[in-house]
């Protein structure tokens, strides 16, 4: 800021003038930090079915996600998820520890989805025996659990790598009807690649379920902080135990079959908490 004063103004108009101009220079960071605090960004992804974003919010804000707490990094980021069918637009508001307030809202695009008829599959698979019942509900309430921690590592906001290279056979969201039987969506990607293939962590994060299931076979689920999980299903082997950090590149087991599986293939999830999210927005085309 340049600043005049003439030697021939009253003194009072002088130290009137140097008074505003000190007070000017006093209040310019707070003005600044002001307009800096009253920004919610998105520096990754976007808001469409399925789909993940990253905000940016000032550092040290407190922010809410339809009125219920949202972690962010010390960095000021933090993660939205849209499910397969969300259309409603979602709030967010920053508190910045200045006491700015910022609302925002992301409204979900809207996506329609392929239909995928398997046939051939072993009626106790389609629909599963009574004395496996308890089972299943056994294996989803871990499965529920192993994507409930709300960690603050930040390898969600990292780019993701493909886990398995192969042949994409199955896609996110297609309805599916198994046996000739409608059944519930599809919410992973599949590849389809020869037995004992490596499956490497696309990310990196802490280890949270390696499990046999009745559904899904042998399967991973990785922690990549504040609610962003990958699952991995079908394995042949693993290489990996609960608790255990991975980075990302690191052979985590082998693609299998087992489980309700057709043949060979890994199928790969990401969730938000409970919501499913599609891996292959997250990570772009298959490199050849
Ligand atoms: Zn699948």
Same mark, same amino acid.
């Given at each position: 800021?340049?600043?005049f004063?003439?030697?021939?103004?009253?003194?009072? @108009?002088?130290?009137?003038?140097?008074?505003?101009? %000190?007070?000017?220079?006093?209040?310019?960071?707070?003005?600044?930090?002001?307009?800096?605090t009253?920004?919610?960004?998105?520096v990754?992804?976007?808001?469409?079915?399925?789909?993940?974003?990253?905000?940016?919010?000032? #550092?040290?804000?407190?922010?809410?996600?339809?009125?219920?707490?949202?972690?962010?990094?010390?960095?000021?980021?933090?993660?939205?998820? %849209?499910?397969?069918?969300?259309?409603a637009?979602?709030?967010? $508001?920053?508190?910045?520890?200045?006491?700015?307030?910022?609302?925002?809202? %992301?409204?979900?695009?809207?996506?329609?989805?392929?239909?995928?008829?398997?046939?051939?599959?072993?009626?106790?698979?389609?629909? /599963? #025996?009574?004395? $496996? @019942?308890?089972r299943?509900?056994?294996?989803?309430?871990? @499965?529920?659990?192993?994507?409930?921690?709300?960690?603050?590592?930040?390898?969600?906001?990292?780019? %993701?790598?493909?886990?398995?290279?192969?042949?994409?056979?199955?896609?996110?969201?297609s309805?599916?009807i198994?046996?000739?039987?409608?059944?519930?969506?599809?919410?992973g990607?599949?590849?389809?690649?020869?037995?004992?293939?490596?499956?490497?962590?696309?990310?990196?994060?802490?280890?949270?379920?390696?499990?046999d299931?009745?559904?899904?076979?042998?399967?991973?689920?990785?922690?990549?902080?504040?609610?962003?999980?990958?699952?991995?299903?079908?394995?042949?082997?693993?290489?990996?135990?609960?608790?255990?950090?991975?980075?990302?590149?690191?052979?985590?087991?082998?693609?299998?079959?087992?489980?309700?599986?057709?043949? /060979?293939?890994?199928?790969?999830?990401?969730?938000?908490?409970?919501?499913?999210?599609?891996?292959?927005?997250?990570?772009?085309?298959?490199?050849?």
């Open positions: 800021m340049m600043l004063i003439k030697s021939n103004w009253p003194s009072e @108009v002088r130290s009137a003038v140097m008074k505003a101009a %000190f007070l000017m220079v006093l209040l310019c960071p707070i003005a600044s930090a002001q307009s800096d009253n920004v919610i960004e998105i990754k992804g976007q808001a469409i079915q399925g789909g993940l974003i990253l905000i940016k919010t000032a #550092p040290g804000s407190r922010l809410t996600l339809d009125d219920a707490p949202l972690m962010a990094t010390q960095d000021g980021i933090a993660v939205i998820g %849209f499910h397969r069918d969300d259309t637009p979602v709030v967010v $508001v920053a508190t910045a520890p200045d006491g700015a307030v910022t609302r925002r809202e %992301f409204t979900p695009q809207t996506r329609s989805y392929e239909e995928q008829r398997i046939e051939g599959l072993p009626p106790k698979m389609v629909t /599963p #025996p009574d004395e $496996v @019942v308890a299943i509900k056994r294996d989803r309430e871990m @499965v529920v659990m192993a994507r409930s921690a709300a960690t603050p590592i930040a390898h969600f906001t990292g780019d %993701f790598a493909w886990p398995a290279q192969g042949i994409i056979t199955g896609v996110y969201g309805r599916r198994l046996n000739g039987k409608p059944r519930s969506p599809h919410y990607i599949d590849i389809a690649a020869p037995k004992g293939s490596p499956v490497i962590a696309p990310q990196g994060g802490i280890i949270r379920m390696v499990a299931l009745y559904f899904t076979g042998w399967t991973v689920i990785i922690d990549h902080g504040h609610g962003v999980s990958s699952t991995f299903l079908h394995l042949e082997d693993t290489a990996v135990i609960p608790g255990d950090q991975v980075n990302k590149g690191q052979v985590i087991g082998t693609v299998g079959s087992t489980g309700r599986s057709t043949g /060979p293939h890994l199928d790969w999830r990401i969730n938000l908490f409970g919501k499913r999210l599609d891996p292959q927005l997250l990570v772009g085309e298959m490199p050849q």
